[in-house]
């Protein structure tokens, strides 16, 4: 039950710490296995503290104060829970605070969440949805910035919970396009948090260490006086992906200075590269800071994504954790050379002595944003498959592994996080995550900040993209716009279509021109293309790809059910496809039995197993298909004010919610190039 301000100044002036931020996966699977993942962390990384994040809207309430109870209880980890206050119950909030003294969690990080938007939510009656009246029902009527969370719990409840605040190293930024980006804008505000009663600063993740180190700089010369004592802890995201790394940055706002994109962009088709380069990179930011004299113990947090592997790689080059028996050859749990930097492989700790060639090729600059529609997944490289079972028996020789007597032994966990032996490459087999279209097993499966349904831009700007559609044909036509290239974003889609969807362009627009069909995510087949291949190339040089065509829709509940379905039933084409489809109301129909996957892209390489980034099954498409259709009701919201146009448009979006069916078609006839869209054109 300690505060992390505590812990912080029980450490000598010139300690180190630092500190992981973990989000609720969306499976139920995931979750397990992301209880399985923490235990096996908080043994190895020893971290000061853990976050656990919240929800926008408390979306994922539950299973946030689910996931903090078995950090602080079951782990004995400090926990910190984020907090959001704005467009939610505000009962929510103090059942929250209330849990959370209940299992002892002392700290808070208090958030503010999207801006307030009670007007979109509100009912014809004056509440506001899932809510009563008054404080019962909004908590926007008591909150409407993050400072008003740090005085309510002050209020509340004293000086019992260590109360934390965000702070943005380059300027917070609240519309998606912000023409002023600075932090002295925000000074003033951070000021009054502080004043108000806050007790440390979390910072937005960066990778411009110069920004951070100036930003600190100023808080710690401030005329206020307010930030001379008070811990400011930088946040770091270890680099997972090229494609993440955009979509967080473009998210989030963070810069990305040349010399280290220029780093990234080399290597942008390999996602080992990636993590070896990422690796490096935020090593040097750690470095770079680390370097100023120290007056106070020195923090980082890090963003885990609920992922192990890079962390660990980062926090022990660092020397962030420390030595693991000091004076004897156990001093490094993790050899430095494999992955993440060239050579050959040999394990340390008398673990296993076996070589691995992990040569780095040089090769194209390639863009592996593998969906052709307008989806914004992206494939990953899953190495190994998962664990059939946590309790499943693997002998010591079998793992190359001491015997269990030793097994639990930090050294050994610790080269287990990195992804050591049979072991280690079992515990870290969802390095690569694929976002909706990765494994629903993994614990860092859906959104990646975990932050729940959102468009990822403001009302203002989402009017602009989209304006006010008062018709199918209105709405089809964005969707032929973004498939041409013509249109940035869509609801489902945060960025631009890729280099695929050239190939399969025609066939898209036909089926939305033609059927009125709308494709939210799809690729063509592809025959063992080289990975260096300009657009569908990925992973290593010297392999093949492969890829099933899939194509997912949103399509008229008749049309689903007198057409499409009756059509993929057939005798001539059943053999040929796998489908799942459901609907706004739950139901749920499918091709295929409950634990049927479907691998739509593998890929074949020298020294690997086959390898298969982006795969359909029932247990993740039942949770895109909520996701899905709860960004029809987000967008629905954007044309809350009253008035002809948003009445109108407003009206369409909900029948398109209610009426419509989101489908997702595999043919698996990966040779055959025109097969899935002959289908779907004669339904």
């Avoid at 996957?597 to 390898?611: L, S, Y």
Wanted: aromatic letters at 10%; one cysteine or more.
């Amino acid at each position: 039950m300690e505060k992390i301000t505590d812990k912080i100044a029980a450490l000598p002036k010139d300690g180190i710490y630092f500190s992981l931020e973990f989000f609720p996966p969306k499976t139920q699977m995931g979750f397990s296995n992301l209880q399985a993942r923490l235990e096996r962390m908080s043994r190895a990384l020893r971290p000061l503290f853990v976050t656990v994040t919240w929800g926008a809207g408390g979306s994922t309430s539950s299973k946030s104060l689910e996931l903090a109870e078995i950090c602080q209880r079951q782990l004995g980890l400090t926990t910190c829970l984020h907090l959001t206050c704005t467009n939610m119950r505000f009962k929510l909030i103090d059942e929250a605070l209330e849990q959370a003294k209940a299992l002892g969690i002392r700290n808070i990080l208090a958030l503010r969440g999207d801006p307030p938007r009670s007007e979109e939510y509100r009912l014809k009656d004056g509440t506001v949805e899932d809510g009563g009246k008054g404080k019962e029902g909004d908590s926007n009527e008591e909150f409407t910035w993050a400072i008003d969370l740090v005085r309510y719990i002050r209020r509340m409840y004293g000086d019992y919970f260590c109360i934390g605040v965000a702070a943005y190293p380059e300027g917070h930024a609240d519309e998606s396009y912000p023409e002023v980006q600075d932090p002295l804008l925000d000074l003033p505000y951070l000021v009054r948090k502080v004043q108000a009663g806050a007790d440390f600063i979390m910072t937005q993740l960066f990778y411009d260490a110069d920004a951070y180190t100036s930003f600190e700089k100023m808080l710690r010369e401030h005329d206020s006086d307010a930030f001379r004592g008070i811990p400011i802890i930088p946040g770091l995201m270890p680099i997972q992906s090229y494609q993440i790394l955009k979509r967080t940055t473009k998210l989030s706002h963070a810069k990305l200075p040349p010399d280290i994109l220029g780093r990234l962009e080399g290597v942008k088709g390999d996602d080992e590269a990636i993590k070896r380069v990422g690796v490096d990179i935020i090593s040097e930011i750690v470095e770079d800071i680390k370097g100023a004299k120290p007056t106070r113990p020195r923090g980082f947090h890090f963003y885990t994504l609920n992922l192990e592997k890079a962390l660990a790689f980062i926090l022990e080059r660092t020397k962030l954790i420390p030595p693991i028996t000091p004076g004897s050859n156990d001093d490094s749990a993790i050899d430095d050379s494999f992955p993440f930097s060239n050579g050959a492989h040999v394990h340390t700790n008398g673990v296993n002595n076996t070589e691995e060639n992990n040569q780095t090729h040089s090769r194209k600059e390639l863009d592996r944003r593998r969906l052709s529609s307008t989806t914004s997944a992206h494939n990953r490289i899953i190495v190994d498959p998962p664990p059939s079972s946590h309790t499943s028996t693997i002998s010591s020789s079998e793992a190359g592994h001491p015997t269990s007597s030793t097994l639990a032994s930090r050294a050994i966990t610790l080269a287990i996080s990195s992804g050591e032996g049979s072991l280690g490459r079992e515990a870290t087999w969802d390095d690569y995550p694929n976002g909706r279209f990765g494994d629903a097993r993994s614990p860092a499966y859906g959104e990646i900040d975990g932050y729940g349904t959102s468009l990822h831009v403001s009302i203002a700007y989402a009017r602009q993209l989209w304006g006010w559609p008062s018709t199918r044909q209105d709405i089809g036509k964005l969707f032929v716009r973004h498939v041409k290239g013509e249109l940035e974003s869509l609801p489902w889609s945060e960025g631009d279509v890729n280099a695929e969807t050239a190939v399969i362009r025609n066939e898209l627009v036909a089926l939305i021109e033609k059927r009125g069909w709308w494709t939210v995510a799809s690729q063509p087949s592809v025959d063992g293309v080289s990975s260096s291949d300009p657009i569908f190339g990925w992973g290593p040089a010297g392999g093949f790809i492969f890829q099933k065509s899939f194509v997912e829709l949103f399509l008229p509940s008749k049309d689903w059910k007198a057409y499409l379905r009756p059509h993929l039933e057939s005798a001539d084409v059943k053999g040929d496809v796998s489908w799942y489809a459901g609907n706004a109301a739950g139901e749920f129909e499918s091709s295929e039995g409950t634990e049927a996957v479907n691998a739509v892209t593998w890929g074949a390489f020298p020294g690997k197993e086959i390898v298969t980034p982006t795969i359909i099954e029932e247990v993740s498409f039942r949770a895109w298909m909520e996701e899905a259709f709860g960004i029809w009701a987000e967008w629905e919201r954007v044309y809350h004010m009253r008035g002809k146009g948003n009445e109108e448009t407003r009206k369409l979006l909900r029948e398109c919610t209610e009426g419509c069916w989101l489908v997702n078609v595999i043919c698996h006839g990966y040779r055959e190039e025109g097969r899935l869209w002959e289908i779907l054109m004669e339904a």
